[in-house]
C-alpha cells in the first residue's frame, strides 16, 4: 500500500499531539498487555503510553516511511516495534500469543484523524 504524503508532516504531528489524552483513554481498560497501534504516525501515542503505563509490549504500524523514521528518531531504545511492514507486527503479536499475553489493536488515529 503505497502512502499519500502529508503536506505539513510538523503540523499534522503537532496536530495529533493535542488529542494523546483522549486516544489512550481505554489502555487501562483494556484486559491486553500488548497494544498494536495501526496507523502510529510518528509514534506520539505509544511513546506517552509507554511512559504511563511502563511494561506494556507495543507496536506501531504505519505505511509512511517518513512516520516511522520519525517515530524511531523520537523513541530510541525503548523496545517499541515500529514498522511499515505488517508481517513485523504479525510475529510479533503471535509471539505475545504463543506466550500467552493478550492483545489489543488501536485504530484511534485511523479514525480519530
Not at 21 to 35: C, E, L, Q, R
Not at 75 to 87: A, E, H, Q, R, V
Request: glycine share 8%; aromatic share 8%.
Amino acid at each position: 500500500m503505497d502512502a499519500t504524503p502529508i503536506d505539513n508532516a510538523n503540523l499534522y504531528i503537532a496536530e495529533m499531539g493535542k488529542s494523546l489524552v483522549d486516544k489512550s483513554f481505554f489502555v487501562d481498560k483494556v484486559d491486553a498487555n500488548v497494544f498494536v497501534d495501526f496507523g502510529c504516525a510518528d509514534g506520539m501515542m505509544l511513546g506517552f503510553i509507554d511512559k504511563v503505563f511502563p511494561g506494556l509490549t507495543l507496536a506501531g504500524y504505519d505505511n509512511d516511511p517518513e512516520m516511522i523514521r520519525r517515530a524511531k528518531a523520537s523513541n530510541p531504545g525503548n523496545g517499541i516495534l515500529y514498522t511499515s511492514s505488517w508481517d513485523e507486527v504479525e510475529d510479533a503479536v503471535r509471539k505475545a500469543r504463543e506466550e500467552g499475553q493478550r492483545t489489543c489493536l488501536v485504530l484511534s488515529s485511523v479514525i480519530h484523524e
